[in-house]
């Protein structure tokens, strides 16, 4: 009876998703419940298109979905509204452009009942394409070397980790490191996932907890969204003062290899070989990674064009933070609070 007594929040924040948001929540209605009270709340950023009908109508046949106005329009905000609108002992975030599998819920549920410390359970990330571009991103995203130690997009191996996404946590989660940080716009979740393991708990990933996501179909938008990446996620250290994982930095010194390079073989000729030498190592390992990603022959040219993105689109916001937040002790800028979808 305990069991049937547990109560699940499973929050998405949401803004002009009506291509998405249907499939999503009934994803969580077909789930399996593993007996626990459901309640699904979408916190919507006062969408434009057609998201908030189709979300009452679903509301009105699942009593169980809720429609949450989220007038500040962001993540941060939508998550903490719908965890605080109703009571938990699990809560669960999850994206809109998400579609979780049948056994989501049980197997984070399983993750949590069987090892009291672990404060957040998690899993892999199934990337979905609807066109070439979309797959050529995803393949890149795939791939540690897009990612690097990203495990729940690679999906290499179950154990502890240092972030999830979409992660289910424990109520004593938030009564022991408050609740997500309003301030940032990006890395909301990595950042209080920081918080989780300052505060005592673990977090494990699990390869049974699986999860679909329609990647974005644009070189230009993943390039504006890792940007924005980079930069807040210097944001997030100039908080906390630390540097929150040492794979963040790796893509900042790409690009100021890039930047510096160029500069130092005119200068000191001596350079010349060894700085060809590194911009050819990384181009080799680019080129194999791309050929191990690609899911269709032809596509290695585009993942390739999209790990020069993610690497250069994050180092490039990470050094704007850098310059913005420790060199100049300045705040967010407006135009970097405009999230890119």
Known sequence: MQDMERKVSVVIPCRNEERFIAECVRSIQAADHAGCAVTVLVCDGMSDDGTRAIVADMARKYPSVLLIDNPERTTPQALNIGLRNTPFEIGIILGAHAVIDEGFIRE????????????????????????????????????????????????????????????????????????????????????????????????????????????????????????????????????????????????????????VAPILAITVPILRLPILGGLLVYLGAAVVSALQAQAQKGDAPGVLWAFLILHVGYGWGYLKGIIRFIVRGGSPSGSSRSLTR
Not at 155 to 182: K, L
Not at 228 to 247: A, D, F, I, S
């Open 108 to 259: 984070n549920l399983k993750v949590l009942d069987a090892d009291p410390s672990v404060g957040c359970a998690g899993g892999v990330i199934e990337n979905v394409f609807d066109g070439p571009v979309s797959r050529r991103i995803g393949a890149a995203m795939g791939h540690p070397f897009g990612v690097g130690g990203a495990h729940f997009r690679t999906g290499v191996r179950d154990g502890y980790v240092d972030t999830v996404a979409f992660g289910a946590y424990r109520r004593e989660v938030f009564e022991r490191v408050g609740w997500f940080d309003e301030d940032l716009v990006r890395n909301q979740d990595d950042e209080f996932n920081y918080r989780v393991l300052q505060g005592g708990f673990k977090i494990f990933l699990s390869r049974a907890v699986r999860s679909k996501y329609y990647v974005r179909a644009s070189y230009s938008r993943l390039y504006k969204q890792y940007l924005q990446y980079g930069y807040w996620k210097v944001y997030v250290n100039h908080k906390h003062r630390t540097v929150t994982t040492l794979r963040q930095v790796v893509p900042a010194l790409f690009v100021l290899f890039l930047i």
